[in-house]
């Protein structure tokens, strides 16, 4: 059994290439069920319901990171949009939620877990190592396929929660830097980890943003802002996990990276 994570989508260039490419790499690496991190997916910054909804057209699940609430109004769509996951360490008083479990059309169920990081990151979020203890005691013990995205800025966060979940949980897979890493492998107790998947976007671009603003900001020190950059060809960055749908374990986990011109 596959499952498919795409990483951070920015804008709608990286939107236009989950559509187009998602449905070829579901056929490609035999996927059955993807999840795609849409904290960037409405302008770069946060997402809307109806963006959501377009989204979910082709993937199953979405997840989000810091940039959950930056679109006004969001706080009250999410309500209405039960395959939309938030952080699980914000606060139980946010709207939405955190944790998730849903039918896997070729098989059993899938459990999608987010948290946010919380070494170099803004947000006030709770502990995510004593969330995710809480959140995976709460789960039916018959889901056994638990995937999480851990939406962070260190990798030695991010490692250090792959071997915290490695046993019990089928994959930890990093977003949020918007770059991919080459450290993909299955832990010894049997769960796939990534630092980071990477992003869909712009592929001549910092993170998603046109270079030039963001260079002006590094060389001047002055208040910018940064625009997508939605020229150019956009590179598509994520991870096929494949597992035992009997046990939950990973068998293997292979970074996707694919650019395509619009
Ligand atoms: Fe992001
Ligand atoms: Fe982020």
């Given at each position: ?170 994959a930890v897979i990093g977003t ?87």
């Amino acid at each position: 059994m596959n499952l498919l994570f795409i990483g951070d989508v920015v804008g709608k260039g990286g939107r236009e290439a989950v559509k187009r490419l998602v449905p070829e790499l579901r056929r490609e690496f035999n996927c059955s069920f993807v999840v795609v991190n849409a904290e960037n997916s409405a302008a770069g910054n946060g997402i809307t319901g109806s963006v959501a909804s377009d989204l979910l057209k082709c993937a199953d699940v979405l997840t989000l990171g810091d940039h959950t609430w930056d679109q006004k109004g969001f706080d009250a769509e999410i309500r209405n949009l039960d395959r939309i996951i938030r952080p699980a360490n914000y606060s139980k008083r946010q709207p939405g939620r955190g944790v998730g479990v849903f039918r896997n059309p070729a098989s059993g169920e899938v459990a999608v877990i987010s948290l946010v990081g919380k070494v170099f990151m803004k947000d006030s979020a709770y502990d995510p190592f004593e969330t995710v203890d809480e959140v995976l005691a709460a789960l039916p013990p018959a889901v056994n396929t638990i995937l999480v995205d851990f939406h962070a800025e260190a990798t030695s966060e991010k490692e250090a929660m792959g071997y915290y979940l490695d046993g019990r949980v089928t994959a930890v897979i990093g977003t949020h830097t918007h770059v991919q890493t080459a450290d993909g492998c299955v832990l010894p107790g049997g769960t796939a980890y990534l630092s980071d998947a990477g992003m869909v976007g712009a592929a001549r671009s910092v993170l998603g943003r046109e270079v030039d603003a963001v260079l002006h900001k590094f060389t001047t020190g002055m208040p910018v802002r940064f625009p997508v950059e939605e020229n150019g060809p956009i590179r598509l960055c994520g991870a096929v996990v494949g597992y035992d749908s009997a046990t939950g374990r990973a068998k293997s986990i292979t970074a996707i990276s694919r650019e395509v011109t619009l």
